[in-house]
T-cell receptor, first 112, second 117 residues
Framework: GQNIDQPTEMTATEGAIVQINCTYQ??????LFWYQQHAGEAPTFLSY????GLEEKGRFSSFLSRSKGYSYLLLKELQMKDSASYLC?????????????FGGGTRVLVKP | DAGVIQSPRHEVTEMGQEVTLRCKPI?????LFWYRQTMMRGLELLIY????????DSGMPEDRFSAKMPNASFSTLKIQPSEPRDSAVYFC???????????????FGPGTRLTVT
């Protein structure tokens, strides 16, 4: 089975940095994804990690440690438009195709 | 690229009625996923198809739910009969099926907000 945990909610100030942690216990692992979802909209792809280490993409970075079953998404220079839910998702084994299991999501509120 | 297309965007129906949700995946994608999202349970995978064949339907809640993919460009999710607890946002997503080290992220449609009264 799959178990993915992330905090429910976080609050941060505009211009600051926020780190969203995700821990997972899964029967198979073939990559970890982060998605952003604004209220009333569909999830959109942010980042992907399959090897240990940090992937940087502009203001957003994602880190993975497979041995620890741990990932984080780092949002820098926060902007008001970053207020959204952030979903951690684990892709199952290659044999299972491209199936993703999502965590419950972390709602980030950016305050002025 | 039009992205994943879903219809209707909103559906309000009475308990006991049949509901059919529709999805057109991105052209060239050969995996299609149906999800349900609620505040209580988050984003849950209901069923997914590879090359029009259902691969895993273990997330389908009960026999009232059924899904079909008659060709590469169309899929339906049907609920019959519908119940108030089926009220949720239903998302369709598509991607390429090949895994390995490639990203092949899932692209989500805008969703159908279903309300069963």
């Amino acid at each position: 089975g799959q178990n993915i945990d992330q905090p429910t909610e976080m609050t941060a100030t505009e211009g600051a940095i926020v780190q969203i942690n995700c821990t997972y216990q899964t029967s198979g692992f073939n990559g970890l994804f982060w998605y952003q979802q604004h209220a009333g909209e569909a999830p959109t792809f942010l980042s992907y990690n399959v090897l240990d280490g940090l992937e940087e993409k502009g203001r957003f970075s994602s880190f993975l440690s497979r041995s620890k079953g741990y990932s984080y998404l780092l949002l820098k220079e926060l902007q008001m438009k970053d207020s959204a839910s952030y979903l951690c998702a684990v892709r199952d084994t290659e044999a299972a195709g491209n199936k993703l299991t999502f965590g419950g999501g972390t709602r980030v509120l950016v305050k002025p | 690229d039009a992205g994943v297309i879903q219809s209707p965007r909103h559906e309000v129906t009475e308990m006991g009625q049949e509901v059919t949700l529709r999805c057109k995946p991105i052209s060239g994608h050969n995996s299609l996923f149906w999800y349900r999202q609620t505040m209580m349970r988050g984003l849950e995978l209901l069923i997914y198809f590879n090359n029009n064949v259902p691969i895993d339907d273990s997330g389908m809640p009960e026999d009232r739910f059924s899904a079909k993919m008659p060709n590469a460009s169309f899929s339906t999710l049907k609920i019959q009969p519908s119940e108030p607890r089926d009220s949720a946002v239903y998302f369709c997503a598509s991607s390429s099926a090949r895994a390995g080290l490639a990203v092949y992220e899932q692209y989500f449609g805008p969703g159908t907000r279903l309300t069963v009264t």
